[in-house]
């Protein structure tokens, strides 16, 4: 089995906010190396490995992100004030009292210009303290991720961004028995609109795309009710804001969930764009499937994820992938 | 194979089912009626179903209409204690218009279900005062949830429950007119095309997805290549209280969009030939991009010109969408004596703008 | 002046037919090839074909306006805007509608007459029209259709220091340093695009982008400016006098990396003054441009302009020069090093 604490602390410490995705790329190359012998980086930053099979039954492509979102600074300020924009969904009120990372290292912390108690606040009022003369005018920053692991759950603050890259690295070691040529697209800004994955494959088809990312999962009260959890599976994906699977595909994914005895649960995502979504409507059309991995709050400062889902999720693929 | 047979088909297609990305009945009825009318029929990934058209003599033209087939509809999000499903929108649904709406749940079979809210007794006089949001409706299906869990999944699409009703004269009321509507046009265009010589191949492109953002219109421009484009979809008509410059009259014949997102020189041909021919029509101008397919084939590729018709219909986005079946033959009239005022010189000279 | 007749002319998104009719006969001396597409944008071809690397430059035709919908009974005209218009800053203003130019003004309630709550709020359109002098909807309809636009009668004028204002600079300085750029040769395969639509949606630039498939793109644009009276440096975005703002991200485009390193050396070597444009909101053609076909390397040089969108827009003439220069020492530094290298990562600032 997969050794998940470890490649997931490994993405998840990379550094990597939208069109500055450098740690990331690095730790995805690195990682695909071993496995899966090359890859390229494409000018916008995207990485694509290819592994071809000899009368292959087909081309798969499978999607995941590199990015996460973060912050640019646009002003600095004398003592260390640095006046910041979101790169990509952030909300401002979840990064009052927030430590931030800087891609050189440096360390701030998120503060508001005044008390921020009953009213909204946006970017506006926000700003990151960093010792003075650390950061200069388009440095970029990423919530600290601060990885941890207890048993079989793991606790990071880009887990929504990062536990798709983490399964589909794993899936590209065992990929043996496989009868589809298989494209692998670890895709840059992903998180700002899923702007540039689609440029790596452009003027390319396929027979069948996976976009694999991660879903809000089984809030305890309220008004965030759900019934999908951590632990129960794989979720595959019905909808999300850029995409609306086909019936066929559903059917064929849940027929390989059922076939093997992998728990799986359905779910939808209204709220986020993916880039299988856009490769679906982009050129002349591709068709697209989706799965998305359980994570407890997929926006914030932190999240958690079962470890139990990752392994669930690379057998789907897998058995995917052999149907 | 049943073929087009004006009104009666028209109402048939009104009892379809087909919200986005799930348009496979409504995909499979108008491709059975093509084939039938001698058309080509082709259906791309996304599910939409390109029907060609073969004018004749040689440097054809290619024109693509298209006519979404889509319509609003719900998604089941979760299922909850005691089998109540929880749901979210397919395109722009009005949540008002859903409490105590009929749907079917498309499971594993088709389901009947009513949507259900909190009695008006049990909600305080705010809330009362207040729309129903969406998350507080759900479907109730009259099962045990055990049942309920065999035969849906989220994910499952929902669509409201609604016989098409026939008003007064050639009026009729229901479901996704939306742009069935544009559908039947097609038909009705395609019974006077035969009538004529033309000198362009159409492409009637049956797309998908339009109510969630023009996808399926993007992939058929993009796969058809056309030298010109035009979409037929609905507009406002007026109705008590609603009027001004973003309505028409309902039976007063199509609406005639310009603007922006038309090309000037298609939608003055349009308003000649409907001159020249006797049909009534309607101007409709626009600001910007229209909210029609033709808001992303004209910026297919290289650019395509394009031109934009509408349907008047009362109450869009409900369960009692209401058309004039006189508007629809008249769009179809419209749209054929236009095609065929279509050549090759002409579709040459849209790309210049520089004519001393 | 160029840039006087250009920020004078008519040209509505999606009715650009007069800048772009100033720019053609401008650039047709001095061009290989003069083509417009199915949308009106306007290409201009000039340099050497063989060589280097190819280059759009972009800068958009069009402009935000309103639009005649509704032709009263009165003879006044209802109108809607066309792209992004504050509608705040209507009332009380001078107008030109439709291709003849009708002169017209946009009324509303007196004063007088508005009851005291009224008089807190803005006006919207609803409550605004135009009134070109008609007696009656007869006499309107002689000179006015619907769907006929209409644009902010504001003369271009030198003021102040070194200033001029006009409406329109948004982005008709970016075609006058096009235009003025068009002129010089350069040993470089170059496509002047003048885009049309982009105050509507970006909408004209990627359909240019696909067809010029260049191998890097420049968009010149104006831009926001917010350097004024009651404003904060941390939230002026660019400030005048400083020089082209280069775009590092807004809220379609993570520039791009290389295309800046080759702005800022480009600037630095020939001592031409330049700033960030430091915000995130706001957007131009690089948006659509940069995610054509395999994706194409972008950047983003924009003149400050004051009052942006309003009928009234300020900009520093020496901002103006100094991205004429800039675009020139771009282009000078592409011929002496062609080889575009295009890293995905890297340091961008110098």
Redesign the interface.
Known sequence: MTDWNRLTGGASAAFGP?????GI?RWVTDSLASRIGGCD?????NVIARRSTPGAKGRVLLVAGLDEPGL?V??V?ENGVA?V???GPLNAKHLVGVRVRFEGGAIGVVDAEHDIDGGAVD??HLFVAVPAGTV???DTAVVDPQFESAGQILYAANLPWRAGAAVLVALAGELAGCPYDVTFLFS??RS?GA??GR??V??ETFDRVLDIGTVAAAPAAG?R???VRPGGGPV????DH?L????EI?DWLIGAARSRGIPY????K?DETSDGGIL????????VGGIDIPVYRTCGPMSYLHTSDLEQTLLLLKAALEE | MSRWRGFESFLELLTLDGP???E?RTAERLGEWFRAEGLEVET?????VLARYRGEGGGRPVVLVAVHMDEIGL??????PGGFL?V???GGVDPRTLVSAEVTVHGRRDLPGVVGAKPPHLSTPEERKKAVPL?DLFVDLGMAEEAVRREV????AVTVRRQPVRLLGEVAAGKSVDNRASAAAVFECLQILRTRRIAADVVFAATV?EE??V??A??AA??VRPDVGAAVDVCHARSPGISGDRTVQMGGGPAVQFGPNIHPALFRKLAEIARAAGVSWQLLVGQGATGTDARIIQLTREGIPTAALGIPIRYMHTSVETVDYRDIRETGRLLAEWIAALDRPFVEGLTCFLND | MLLKRLSEAAGPSGFEDEVRRILYEELRPHARRVYTDALGNLFVETGNPGRGPRVMLAAHLDEVALMVVQIDDAGTLRFRPVGGVDERVLVSKAVFVGPNRIPGVIGSKAVHLQKPEERGKPFSVEDLYIDIGASGREQAERHVSVGDTAVFATAFERFGDGKAKGKAFDDRVGCAALAETAKKSFDLPLVFAFTVQEEIGLRGAGPAAYRVDPDLALVVEGTLCFDVAGAE???AVTVQGRGPALS??DRMT?ADR?VLRRLVRAAEKNGIPYQ?R????GANDAGAIH?V???I?TGAVSVPVRYIHSPVQVVDLADYHHTVRLLEAFLRDLEEDPQLD????GE??S
């Open positions: 939208a069109g500055f995705e450098t790329r980086v494409d000018r916008n930053g640019m646009t002003h300020e006046r924009a979101p790169i970017f506006a200069r005018v388009g840059a800004q700002v702007r540039a440029l790596a452009f003027g008004k009710k759900g019934s595959i994906r019905a909808l850029s609306i699977v086909r019936p559903k649960q359905m779910g939808v209204p679906a409507m982009t050129e002349g059309g591709l068709p | 986005s990305g799930h496979h791309d990934p996304l599910g939409n998604m089941v999000r979760d299922i909850e929880r979210v929108p397919i998350d999944r989220p994910g499952d997805q969630v953002g996808r399926g993007a992939v993009y796969r | 440096e941390k939230d590092i991200l993570i290389a960030w430091r915000s995130g909101a995610l076909r395999r994706g390397a295009f890293p995905a990562e961008w600032t």
